[in-house]
């Protein structure tokens, strides 16, 4: 209970200190209703590739009337970003960029009864033009009432800052409630089966155990087999051009290969990232051309990430034995929960290092689990065994640094029978062997670029770019429900809709233009099921904090301080980079086996008749007949 309160309280005062430094900065681009006023912005759909250093310039207007006695009114203003402000074509204010975060008034005085016009130019030069204004005096509070307009020429209404409109491309399909309905010919008499099949299997059981037929290990080789199956029947199915920023992906991997050397973060959209899983592509990729054409070798490359999706199921069947041993049952969840997360079946089948990178973190988790189970045993190997791990996903992607503090606590509770000294040495010997191992890189980045870490949207790296909506608003932040019925591309509605979407089916369609060759209403049916599903996850994080059992609570409390540690990074990386594809869950590839161990842990929460387990055990194999079903191209 203590390490969970405690990463609670790490985690979220972390996370409000961090935002409240970085509130100020002009950077972050919260844009916060007051006063009654809201923000506006052009009224113009938004657009699901990027934006280069485009300038856009609107015009706002609003036309008022002034009461008869009013002499002066004092009006505030606050536009993203630069903006001047014009009282009956006369200029009253102008405001640079740097100063957007302020609030400034103008007073108007002398002012004569009668209709006016009040407007404000606002440009903004790297991302979208929006505007806030509010008086005492006046009706020029800023809402759906206003007009906006590129050229000062033909004027129609804004569009307020929360507006998203579901993307065209979501609208040419079902919604899941439709997809879950057309759905329901197969899914329920299949569930059916699987209840009556458990019901009569285990007539004369006692107790939560699974039917003579069944057992985890079973369960994990044949989703194992289900694995190779899918991945062979889409290897050539799947077009080319799939995944996210393959085309980077894909520079990076040649730079490598053609040149014997690493790049540095600026010489491409994607070279920031940590070079391992692309030097081993490389060197696989170096091999292949000896005989495979170019274009060819690229696409074998792809049994790089599916290898380590697969090698998810192993880590979550393992993961499950450590941390419900005795628990066949939960076991078997474990697997077919984490095995057949959505997030790691759609993300393995195309290339990228996010794969790779969760393999290894996955991997850490793991030894976490075992060390917290049985503390004395090979102690230094397991010490030396962590820092290596860690040092290799340090090189795999820099989200691994978000493991640091996990690390720490599981030697520090593993060790603390053997006195300071002994946490001391376990701390250095980890800590060590990983910055040997990985020291280097960061290093090299801090000479060339005068810091360690150097993000894709960092201004060292000399690449402009933004995404729509490019600002955040509260209500961005604390929303969620679209997802539920239009979940493609649901990060422009909300951050937790866009980790909702990507989380539990391919929400941004895996970074194509176009819909990849999934099982669309397959796909766009599982929204629904998987509420139930992260309903299960929040139970499964209070179970950590009042589990009875000493063994199972520091399991479930590494995996939620794991988790919660990552959605507050994951919640200051979307504030600092307002595109819609920053709501992404892939960015938690590494906690497959977090997710399904607290999925199983809310799940077993309810009662142990045989009647609910197998209700529970037919609605999860049906989730997951329904989740391979969606990704294997037909």
């Given at each position: ?357 969760g393999v290894l973190s ?141 989380l539990w089916l391919d ?95 809310g799940l077993d929460l ?29």
């Open positions: 209970m203590i390490l969970t309160l405690l990463g609670i309280v790490v985690a979220v005062a972390g996370l409000a200190a961090t935002v409240q430094n970085r509130l100020g900065s002009p950077d972050i681009k919260l844009l916060v209703p007051s006063h009654g006023a809201r923000w506006i912005r052009q009224n113009r759909p938004f657009k699901l590739s990027g934006w280069g250093p485009t300038q856009e310039v609107v015009f706002f207007r609003k036309r008022v009337t002034v009461p008869p006695g009013t002499k002066s009114c004092t009006v505030t203003v606050q536009a993203l970003r630069a903006c001047f402000v014009l009282w009956d074509k006369r200029r009253v204010l102008a405001v640079k960029p740097e100063e957007w975060k302020q609030a400034h008034e103008v007073v108007l005085n002398d002012l004569t009864p009668g209709e006016h016009e009040f407007e404000v130019f606002v440009e903004d030069s790297f991302g979208p033009a929006a505007l806030l204004v509010y008086t005492d005096g006046l009706d020029l509070w800023t809402g759906p009432e206003w007009e906006e307009s590129l050229l000062g020429e033909k004027w129609e209404p804004v569009a307020l800052a929360d507006d998203a409109a579901p993307p065209p491309l979501a609208q040419a399909f079902r919604s899941p409630l439709k997809a879950l309905a057309v759905s329901l010919w197969w899914l329920g008499p299949l569930f059916a089966g699987l209840w009556g099949l458990w019901l009569w299997s285990t007539r004369n059981e006692a107790g939560p155990s699974l039917p003579n037929w069944c057992s985890a290990s079973r369960c994990r080789w044949v989703v194992i087999a289900a694995w190779f199956v899918l991945a062979a029947n889409n290897f050539l199915k799947l077009p080319a051009e799939i995944g996210y920023d393959l085309p980077s992906h894909v520079d990076y991997v040649r730079f490598i290969a053609d040149r014997g050397e690493l790049p540095y973060a600026s010489d491409g959209l994607q070279m920031f990232q940590t070079p391992l899983f692309y030097a081993v592509a490389a060197v696989v990729y170096r091999g292949l051309t000896l005989l495979l054409a170019s274009e060819t070798a690229l696409l074998w490359l792809r049994w790089l990430t599916l290898l380590c999706g697969i090698a998810q199921v192993e880590i979550c069947f393992r993961a499950g034995r450590l941390v419900f041993p005795n628990r066949d049952d939960l076991q078997m969840l474990t697997v077919l929960i984490g095995g057949l997360l959505p997030m790691n079946v759609y993300m393995s089948q195309t290339l990228g290092n996010e794969p790779f990178c996955a991997l850490i988790l793991l030894w976490g689990w075992q060390t917290l189970r049985e503390p004395d045993a090979a102690i230094m190997r397991r010490q030396w065994s962590a820092g290596v791990l860690f040092g290799l996903d340090l090189l795999s992607k820099m989200t691994a640094l978000l493991l640091t503090p996990v690390i720490a606590g599981v030697l520090v509770i593993a060790n603390r029978l053997r006195g300071f000294g002994g946490v001391l040495l376990a701390l250095a010997r980890t800590f060590g062997a990983a910055a040997v191992i990985a020291g280097w890189y960061y290093g090299r980045n801090w000479i060339r670029f005068g810091k360690p870490l150097v993000g894709g949207w960092d201004p060292a790296r000399g690449i402009e770019w933004w995404q729509d909506p490019g600002y955040r608003t509260p209500w961005q932040m604390v929303s969620f429900g679209r997802s539920l019925f239009a979940p493609l591309h649901a990060g422009f509605y909300s951050l937790a809709d866009g980790f909702f979407a990507s929400g941004n369609l895996s970074g194509m233009d176009a819909p990849p060759p999934w099982n669309m209403t397959l796909m766009l049916a599982a929204p629904w099921p998987a509420l139930l599903l992260s309903a299960a996850i929040a139970a499964g994080l209070v179970r950590a904090v009042f589990c009875r059992d000493r063994a199972l609570r520091y399991s479930l409390q590494l995996a939620g301080v794991t988790l919660l540690l990552y959605l507050a990074a994951f919640v200051l990386l979307w504030l600092e980079v307002p595109a819609f594809s920053q709501a992404k869950a892939s960015y938690t590839l590494g906690l497959t086996p977090v997710y399904a161990l607290l999925c199983v842990a309810l009662p142990a008749h045989r009647f609910v387990r197998g209700a529970v055990f037919a609605f999860v194999v049906c989730w997951s007949v329904l989740v391979y079903g969606a990704y294997f191209v037909l």
